[in-house]
C-alpha cells in the first residue's frame, strides 16, 4: 500500500508542478481505475464523511475519485461515475476562394449589381479600387502605371452608382466591392466586360487578374508596346476570334489592329481600321500605351469616351482622383 501510495503522490507532484491541473484532468481513465481499486481494497473509513456527504454532489466525477485515491474521502458517486471526456479546445479556420486568391479576399466579394440605364442586372465579383490596381501591376505591369490605368477604368469600367458628376467619383464608394464590376457591361452596348472594357470571352470572371490580362493583351495588340508592334502580332487576328463575351447584342471579332502608337499624349498611331480615323495615344504606360479615337472621329478600335464625349481631355480629367488613390495603397 505505501509503495502505490507513494507512487500516486509522486504522480500528483508531477503533475502540478509540471502539467498543471487541467493535464492532470486529461491524463487516461486507466490509471484512475487502478488507483481507484486499490483504495477500495482497503476499505479505509471516511473521515468526516458518510457516503451521501453533501460535498459528494458538489464536486466533479474526475475531483471525487481523486479525493478517493489520494485523501481517503470516499463516497459512493467516485465508485459509480465515469469522468466526462476532456472537450478539444475550438479551433477556428479561414477558408479562402482558390480561384479569387488570399491577394483579394478582402478586396473583392460577389453582389448583385443592376446596371439602372440599360435595365441589366447580374451576380458577380465586385472589387475595390486597390484590387483592380494591384491586378495591373501583378500581371505584367508597373506601379507607376497606377494613375495612368486607373482614369482609364474610371473613364470606362466604374460602378456608375459611385458617380457624383460628369468627371467626378465618391472616391468611398470607389473603394468597396461595389467600386469596380468585373462583369459590367458597356453602356455603349458593345461586347466589352469589366473595368477597363475590352472584349473578353469570359462573361464571369473569377479574379481581377483576368480582366487586367485582358486589358493589357488589348493594349499591347491594338496599341503597340513601347518597342512597337508585338511580335506575334499579324494578319490582324491576334487574339482570335473568339474574343467576345457570349450572347452579346452586338458581336464583333477578337481581331487586333498590330498598331504601333506614339508614346506622346495625343500622338498618331500607324495604322487604323479607316483611313480617316486613325487612333491616337491617351497614355504611356510601361506595356504600351493605351489609344483610341480622338475628338472627331469615329470609334474604331482603342477607348472611345475621348471621341464619343467630345473631349479630348476626357480620360485626363479623372486623374485626380486616380492618383489621390493610388498614393494611398500600400504596395
Known amino acids: 500500500m505505501t509503495a502505490s501510495l507513494g507512487q500516486f503522490l509522486f504522480f500528483l507532484g508531477v503533475c502540478s508542478s509540471a502539467a498543471g491541473a487541467e493535464d492532470c484532468a486529461s491524463e487516461s481513465d486507466a490509471e484512475e481505475a487502478t488507483l481507484l481499486q486499490f483504495k477500495q481494497g482497503e ?19 474526475r475531483e471525487a475519485k481523486v479525493r478517493c485515491a489520494a485523501e481517503s474521502q470516499c463516497c459512493d458517486i467516485a465508485k459509480r461515475c465515469i469522468p466526462t471526456a476532456a472537450t478539444p479546445a475550438a479551433t477556428t479556420t479561414t477558408t479562402t476562394n482558390p480561384l479569387l486568391g488570399s491577394d483579394y479576399e478582402d478586396l473583392c466579394d460577389t453582389h448583385e449589381f443592376t446596371y ?8 458577380g465579383l465586385g472589387c475595390t479600387f486597390e484590387a483592380i490596381a494591384k491586378s495591373w501591376v501583378a500581371v505584367g505591369g508597373s506601379q507607376s502605371d497606377c494613375a495612368y490605368t486607373m482614369a482609364i477604368a474610371l473613364g470606362e469600367g466604374a460602378n456608375p452608382d459611385c458617380k457624383t458628376g460628369s468627371y467626378s467619383y465618391n472616391t468611398t464608394c470607389l473603394q468597396t466591392t461595389y467600386g469596380f464590376p468585373l462583369d459590367q457591361p458597356a453602356y455603349d452596348y458593345q461586347c466589352t466586360l469589366g473595368p477597363w472594357q475590352v472584349l473578353t470571352n469570359s462573361s464571369t470572371a473569377t479574379n481581377p487578374e483576368d480582366r487586367a490580362q485582358e486589358a493589357m493583351d488589348y493594349v499591347m495588340y491594338n496599341c503597340g508596346t513601347n518597342s512597337g508592334s508585338p511580335s506575334g502580332c499579324s494578319s490582324e487576328i491576334c487574339l482570335s476570334n473568339d474574343k467576345t463575351y457570349p450572347d452579346c447584342t452586338n458581336p ?5 489592329l498590330c498598331a504601333t502608337c506614339n508614346t506622346t499624349t495625343d500622338g498618331v498611331c500607324d495604322k487604323s481600321w479607316d483611313t480617316s480615323s486613325y487612333p491616337t495615344t491617351i497614355f504611356d504606360t510601361s ?13 474604331t478600335t482603342g477607348w472611345s469616351g475621348r471621341c464619343n464625349d467630345g473631349d479630348t ?13 493610388c498614393d494611398a495603397i500600400t504596395w
Open 287 to 299: 506595356i504600351g500605351p493605351f489609344c483610341g479615337c480622338a475628338v472627331g472621329n469615329a470609334a
Open 313 to 325: 481631355d476626357y480620360y485626363q480629367e479623372f486623374m485626380t482622383d486616380a492618383q489621390t488613390l
Open 252 to 256: 464583333s471579332t477578337g481581331s487586333c
Open 43 to 61: 476499505q479505509t473509513e471516511t473521515e468526516g464523511a458518510s457516503d451521501l456527504s453533501p460535498w459528494c454532489f458538489a464536486i466533479s466525477c
Open 116 to 123: 439602372t440605364s440599360m435595365g441589366v442586372s447580374w451576380t
